[in-house]
């Protein structure tokens, strides 16, 4: 279990918890919180599931394999240190804390 905080691009904050074995996409969908689309339903297909992690957390989570390399080319605005596909972030408890802000829109 992790506490995530999710960011608004208007820079409301919610902050959830989200079991061990979820993703971080699937954190913010199914407590309905805007600013992750996540159209190909978790697959790495659509990048609009992206979010800038805290610069904090850079370090700290696991690295970004190809395909996510690849999808985050197509995301609105990329950052290459702190973008990320919320897909593919796997909750474990190391995710403790976990902040991540949304980009203005989603593409
Ligand atoms: S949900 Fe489509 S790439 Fe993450």
């Given at each position: 279990?992790?506490?995530?905080?999710?960011?608004e691009?208007?820079?409301?904050?919610?902050?959830v918890?989200?079991a061990?074995g979820?993703?971080v996409?699937e954190?913010?969908?199914?407590?309905?919180?805007?600013?992750?689309e996540?159209d190909?339903?978790g697959?790495?297909?659509?990048?609009t599931c992206h979010?800038y992690?805290?610069?904090?957390?850079?370090?700290k989570?696991p690295a970004?394999?190809d395909?996510?390399?690849?999808?985050?080319?197509?995301?609105y605005e990329?950052?290459?240190e702190?973008?990320r596909l919320t897909?593919?972030?796997?909750v474990t408890?190391a995710?403790?804390?976990l902040r991540?802000q949304?980009?203005?829109?989603?593409?």
């Open positions: 279990m992790a506490k995530i905080t999710y960011v691009h208007g820079g409301k904050e919610h902050v918890e989200v061990n979820m993703t996409m954190g913010a969908r199914d407590n309905n919180i805007p600013g992750i996540a190909c339903g697959a790495c297909a659509c990048s979010v992690v805290d610069a904090a957390w850079i370090e989570l970004k394999d395909m996510e390399e690849d999808m985050l080319d197509f995301a990329p950052d290459t702190r973008s897909c593919q972030l796997k408890d995710l403790d804390g991540v949304m980009p203005e829109k989603q593409i």
